[in-house]
């Protein structure tokens, strides 16, 4: 079968229809031509199913794929994971979102799309805004969203993306222990004894000092001391601090503080008790509920909160993923969008 | 035993010296008195073994606590990581890093130190230059360089950091393919059959598009040409391009190339067979040798290619290292450093 090149198309005669679309759900039939994609067309071409001309002449696979690779941008990038889609058996159609993908078994007329798969190249970065509104928009016709990475080499990992909802189990902490502290350089110390045991033995806070003294993180503090539930005083002249200077404070220490503290209060106020995630190189690792420090349970996610200007440099994002994925957690990006926290897991998934 | 704060030290008399230094090693003795260090002192008030004087007045832990944090820069994250050594049996001494670590079973006098702890706030950040000095030091009196980076919850971690040097038994490719292949948006594709397979067999360059054609990033592309092994034409008019234009138009696609550049030529020129570390968020895993494309061995490094102003961002070291160590590879930074290339192993240890 003659296809020929147009713009940024490839279009074919009427029989095509019967061929490649009726049989393979190739390419969109308009009236009484067939039109394929740049992408589809050269992957029939590879497959030697059609050939191609442009005015007239015949082009070569690699004469078409230059052509090709200059009219549409990341060209290169959505071939190599059309045809990885192709050649392990899925139908694959072109959509607003890169490809629509139909499940195993599936195809156009007989199932709807399962997910809506959008090529990058890790060299591209990719802003939250715009993940939301992939994501938004994906969501609402109920399919489910993919990010497929291509990588310098051109391997292509996959990636879900979906909102989740967490809550936990702990219940809230209400005395006053009005509890003397102190902050010092970038942290609290709890001076007493009483104080210090009930907030690490029930509420999980902070990390006992010696068996005397608790030490608090500063997103614990402010939280606390938001809460009225201790007293912070500075190390100089003893002069008790307010929740906005403690606040002010801590912003200066870690420019993140404020991003992070308020991730870290709406999941306190879920029932969650979120500690630090360090030494896996995020904010938080997240525990569903802890009945004693004594008997800690697997947390099963971390999260890293972002600002709503967040752009995601993909080789950091794909670490953080591989990283949780490796200690059995999910990877969570946590946010305030338009006024409401969300939860934005991205996991690896096999296609 | 009473002990008198002066500045930055802490001073008792010459009985100490006999109880805490002849038996414990703590302090340094100074003519008739032995001198403490603020943490040591610490150390031994919250012990209950001194008690400590100011100004003839005694002082509360917490009191002195509060003095020793504004005269002793990272006092608290300090004392932490003593108080932690010290709990483990170990004997340690002040330092110019910050402590000096003798062996276990060994203490000063008998057996010499084995390691120098670095202490480090996880919000602090450390430039490479700065580590390679203090590696530097460590190396020439052969003790054993440690990071020990305090988190915000105060929960340590230590790193063994050290230079190591790595060669391969890959040999180098020398056949003077001369074949085509063309610059797409971000990578080149090699059009011919023959120099596809060569080039993928026999020296693990690229990746394959399909049976006919490869795939190369704009490394190993550059890496090719500099070595007059491939051509490169350009999409558009097939216009040969010299190694300089593409070595220049691979850094504006990426920022980063010729940092990793040169580190990559380092690794293929000892022997080594260096591919793409986007899965694990770095940029190279890296193979000792590579006898055959279908049985690839595990890669046992993932390599990171710094500048000589790099800083380290704790958090992202620590999570490049976790991760590394989770799939049982050790993380590298390679750098060319007063114009060596030196590969630099961060590992976590146990203490």
Redesign the interface.
């Known amino acids: 079968m003659i296809a020929r090149l147009l713009e940024d198309k490839v279009e074919l005669d009427k029989d095509a229809i019967d061929i490649l679309y009726n049989t393979g759900y190739f390419g969109r039939p308009r009236g009484n031509v067939l039109e394929l994609s740049l992408v589809e067309a050269a992957y029939l071409l590879?497959r030697e199913k059609i050939s191609i001309t442009m005015d007239s002449e015949s082009l070569s696979f690699?004469e078409f794929?230059?052509i090709a690779?200059?009219r549409h941008?990341?060209?290169?990038?959505k071939y190599?994971v059309y045809?990885d889609l192709k050649e392990r058996g899925f139908y694959v159609q072109p959509s607003v979102a890169d490809f629509r993908v139909y499940p195993r078994g599936g195809h156009p007329g007989k199932t709807p799309a399962r997910s809506y798969v959008y090529v990058r190249?890790?060299?591209s970065s990719v802003s939250i805004t715009e993940l939301m509104k992939s994501l938004n928009t994906v969501s609402n016709v109920r399919k489910q969203m993919i990010l497929a990475i291509v990588?310098?080499?051109?391997?292509i990992?996959f990636y879900e993306v979906k909102k989740i909802s967490i809550s936990g189990q702990m219940e809230q902490f209400n005395d006053n222990l009005n509890a003397e502290s102190?902050l010092?350089?970038?942290?609290v110390?709890v001076?007493d004894k009483k104080a210090s045991s009930d907030l690490y033995n029930k509420g999980f806070y902070?990390?006992p000092?010696?068996e005397d003294r608790l030490?608090l993180?500063?997103?614990?503090s402010a939280y606390l001391l938001e809460k009225n539930l201790i007293q912070i005083k500075d190390?100089?002249r003893d002069k008790v601090l307010d929740s906005d200077y403690f606040f002010n404070k801590a912003s200066e220490?870690?420019p993140e503080f404020s991003i992070k503290y308020h991730v870290y209060r709406d999941m306190r106020e879920k029932g969650l008790v979120p500690?630090?995630g360090?030494?896996?190189?995020?904010h938080f690792r997240l525990y569903i509920d802890i009945e004693s420090p004594k008997k800690i349970p697997h947390s099963e996610y971390l999260v890293h909160a972002i600002s709503e200007n967040h752009i995601f440099i993909l080789?950091?994002m794909?670490?953080?993923i591989?990283?949780a994925n490796?200690?059995r957690k999910r990877m969570v990006f946590a946010l305030n969008y338009n006024g409401n926290y969300e939860y934005i897991d991205i996991g690896r998934v096999k296609m």
Chains 1, 2 share one sequence.
């Open positions: 590879y690699p794929f230059k690779s200059m941008r990341y060209f290169e990038l190599i045809k190249s890790e060299r990588d310098e080499e051109s391997d990992t102190s010092l350089e970038d942290r110390i001076w902070g990390k000092l010696d030490q993180s500063l997103i614990e190390r100089e220490i870690e500690k630090t360090f030494k896996f190189g995020t080789p950091i794909s670490r953080a591989r990283l490796s200690v």
